[in-house]
């Protein structure tokens, strides 16, 4: 198979002026990948400074609650910076010192990249540049709020619908200027090769960790595996843990206000989406007939993107992933139960792979496990879970806050 | 390989080169002026019919080729005006039909100059790459400038555009290693664009000692024709550009000229160009 | 010494009708104490639920910067819910089931602790109620948020000066009434005895962890460690892993705005504080010469308490432990230093203890090394640190979500 | 030890057990009415000069001690209404000197009650303990009531307490054991405190079958006399008392009483309640 392909899909469909930059990074990457020394030091990073290995929490109140397989959760909302986007940003800064480079940019949606990055850019004492669309940077304030503390530019997007796939275009423009000295932090395992395939292997920490510790404690492989898929990072993180064994791998899109209203993001489920070639890959697009995105929608800003990664594509094309959707409403069900019953705060985009979790988990065998991969945490959510409970403490909170401002 | 309309030529190093339909017209009109120009619009901005009037005027005033582009909603390697023009085209409803029927017509109505169609590799994959090439050249396209379709992603792009005597245009940058440079001239056709610089399109540059040393790389690398731009807005750029390159091209100047003062203007500034 | 006391300091000063309440809470606590299988126990507990250990981060940055001593992070942000007060809940929930009981009540300033109960309590499955002072349910109120998603009633306290000690009483007051199912869920090593050994005992695993840790990386034992001061937990917590070693400890108050102004929370550095005895213990409190409690002030919520541990005033009184203050102006420049040049965010109680370190590490020696503890993480505090800062786009995003909420 | 004002009294179980000032002076009382009354206020709330006027008109209308709260900023172990006297008191100024000064006055205008002063320990710490018991006993206190210093920790306030003759009230309650209850009334003096129920101070309780049950333990390990009190507001609630205790108290009621009507309605309350 060609370099950088999954079957049908990936590919490097760059630039004519970034091609000797990608030729650089692939050296680099696989200079990296061949040698041991680094996955060592990436592994000796990752539990200095980010407490890996996460745990696999053993859900007792959940399991008895639905009353069927042993669910299990993987921690990743406890990296540093609360989300598995840290595995990413921190593999790569590594590479970026390998190459010597000096300056980073990356695209954010939900801002949590965009955090991750600027955490690794500081402590590699990067400069940073983050694009995030202007949509984005207004609904996601706190995060914008952090990336600048942490020393990083954040730059608003007023492109396009101004949100993810807009700021990854921008980011491409700032990288087409400086590729000198700039390496581009993508933030998910989607673009142009090598980042998908570089990606998954920064993130195969996930299912590395979890396929030991499922062993450990449920003492065999577990049943199902499930992960929310938005780019597809953490997805393909845990999923490769599992991918040669008997395991079945449920990928959870964003339904949205569900699959038939057209506000959603399921490129896989459901059947909006179509081959396509953009923003440096093919993959499966929600697009319209003449190949022109079209506006997603998700409560979970980080689903929230019309592209998947070109490796889940293929796993999904050749049925070894299985793809569900769970609709907003869902989501904030599944979040309810969730910190009821277990005291986790699990990402609005975690929450997508719980719901299809306990969908299924009432029907399996208390013999079986299931391992949901809770990708992040949901206290950055507050604005958007708030506002979905209608929380009316909230709002006075909010207004009073802002009634001290207007003074 | 159904070589339609594809010229013998012979390279300097004696070796026999094919050259296709557009390469063969510029190199005649070559024999007539030092220096031609490629303009740039995109369809549906601000409307099709300000389109006209300006493929109209430029088609009057002597410009050799013209790039219409097929706007797209992730247009990655364009700068901030050509981006908004993209979006604004597209919010219009432009369609990709619409853009073939325009071009069909245009095409008739100004046969003096090389059309070629500018898009992003999303409309053509779409459309269906055999079935995008053929209508093209059906309707008397001469040629596609894709920028984020790499050599190595295009090769059936590339057959199957030149089985139709189609130029599938290649880039040079000055981030391209000589090699580099080799390796895509001998998989372009028609001519080679020349990325003036880093970044994307709309910037104004000086015609530095880089960018001259950048020029004589492109020309040492390829026998094919160079189209280069850089903020082009002067006689004098084009002067200087004479003898250097084999075509000028105007790319977010029309569109601003067009946004500022008007479709009307377009003639008047095509001819003080030259 | 008489149970319960640290040299002069500490006692069981509770209304007779707990007498019983205490002696079973003592005979469990101990009981527990006396089993290694509960240690054990809560080992596998904070292992598999909450990331520990948690990292020691050598801070090269922050070492290059100031050019002395080597600096190391404990990071208790990495816990559960962002702090270490995650160690002493889970603790006490732990022998709450081995009590039997099935109601827990805590009290909460900050909120940190209310969240860290209500997440055990959920995992538990105990029922729960948070007293936490009203001017503390309006200033905190994402915190307030979580706990009630996480099926905590929060009950806001209208007496006194509507804060953290009020909440404390108010706590007492309910379990005064409810002793027979209910277990108070002290927040700090403070209050009568068991409270500030056991919180202590549960604590220690902060020390533990970082002994082992700092001798594996830096080969020998620190020069100095560094902990803020609220109640004190965060502080023994790390401290006893060096108590018995030639290391010094330096635990770091609330200096608000300057010990001369009388707006802080300094028990034992400055003079305004005097032994008393209240909440059930002696200690060193800030009261006027009457024995009235007087008011606190610190941007950092969590040290704003008018007592210390009386395992603190012991240390203190002995020359063990140095204390020092950190002013709310010196917080906030330590804490942008250490987002931008570590990339990781601390609480601004933790701050303290950065403000501190960064001033004795320059003329330290680069052979010594300093371990700072990062007893929570800081994205919690964005209310208040964005105000601190005065962020403008802070202030439109409040001011605009506030509009929304109106409309 | 020097035993001023102490008595001896006879057990039941022919020991002798030293009877103090207070506990005496109750015993002389219960000789003529077969059930006392004891009052609480807060000192300061709402101001010194309502204090005055309602302690003269508990004075006149047969209340045999009043227990005068000495405000504290934390105080545990009381009810809503009792904590915001507290506050309210404070906010106002009230400090110690002034409760101790307020107290000499009335101690001396009303002999015909005991006086005791209820507070919380940090407030007789911070004075000084010695002091403290030292300045009640010369101004004529009869005891304490001290919630949240139970006896182990009070060991030097008993001994010296009761080296000035002080009662050091001790506390029963429904959750101390039998034997607990005996080890605390080996230590108390004066009377013991019964509290009714779990919870603070200010709820209405029904006498229902545990509270008598309740009291049946506490009669049983001790022979100081008991004082109890459950939201008392009638004749009948304390007629109910009688014979099983010696002494209603009267929390809350009076000071909501004040509150809601003025410190004139004191006279009547009491008058009814006898
Ligand atoms: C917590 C969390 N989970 C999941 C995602 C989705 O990304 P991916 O599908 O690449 O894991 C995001 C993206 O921002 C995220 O923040
Ligand atoms: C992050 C953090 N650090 C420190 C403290 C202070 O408490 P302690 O002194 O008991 O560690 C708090 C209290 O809320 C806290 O939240």
Known sequence: MKKGYFGQWGGMFVPEILHETFMQLIEAYEAARADSTFWQEYLEVMANYSARPTPLTYAHNLTKHFGGAQIYIKREDLNQTGAHKANNVMGQGLLVKRMGKKRVIAETGAGQHGVATATMAARFGFECVVYMGEEDVIRQRPNVFWMEKLGAKVVPVRDGARTL??????????????????HYVLGTVCGPHPFPEMVAWFQSIIG?????????????????????????????GVFQGFLDEDVELVGVEAGGKGLDTGQHASRMKGDRAAPGVTQGY????????????????????????????????DLGEKGRVRFEAATDTEVLDALTLTMRTEGVIPALESSHAFVQAFKEAPNMSPDEAIIINMSGRGDKDIFTIAKAY?????????????????? | MVNVGVNKIATQAGNIRLMNNLEADLRDRLNKKPILLMTHLVLGYPSLDTNYEVIRQMAENGVDCIEMQIPFSEPMADGPIIVAANQKSLSKGITVEDSFQFAERVIKEFPQVNFLFMTYYNIVFRYGEERFIKRSTDIGIKGFIVPDLPPEEGETYIRISKEHGMAPIQFFTPTSSDERMREVAAIGGGFIYCV??????GTKLELDTDLVQYLQRCRAAT???????FGI??????????????????????IRLVDEKGADKVASFMKKLQ
């Open chain 1, 165 to 182: 796939k807009d700021a990854i275009n921008e980011a491409f423009r700032d990288w087409v200027t400086l590729m000198d000295s700039t």
């Open chain 1, 208 to 236: 590395q960790e979890a396929r030991r510790q499922i062993i450990d404690q449920h003492g065999k492989m577990p049943a199902r595996v499930y992960a929310c898929v938005g780019g597809g990072s953490n997805a393909i």
């Open chain 1, 282 to 313: 093919k993959t499966m697009f929600l697009q319209n007939k003449d190949g022109q995105m079209i506006d997603t929608h998700s409560i979970a800003a980080g689903l929230d993107y019309v592209g998947i990664s070109p490796i889940l594509a």
């Open chain 1, 390 to 407: 209608d929380d009316p403490s909230w709002k006075e909170f909010i207004i009073s806050q802002a009634d001290g401002f207007r003074k």
């Open chain 2, 196 to 201: 003036a610089r880093r970044g994307v399109t």
């Open chain 2, 223 to 229: 026998e094919l024709p160079l189209a280069v731009g």
């Open chain 2, 233 to 254: 807005s002067s006689r004098e750029d084009i002067q200087m550009l004479t003898g250097k390159v084999e075509m000028a091209v105007i790319g977010t100047a029309t």
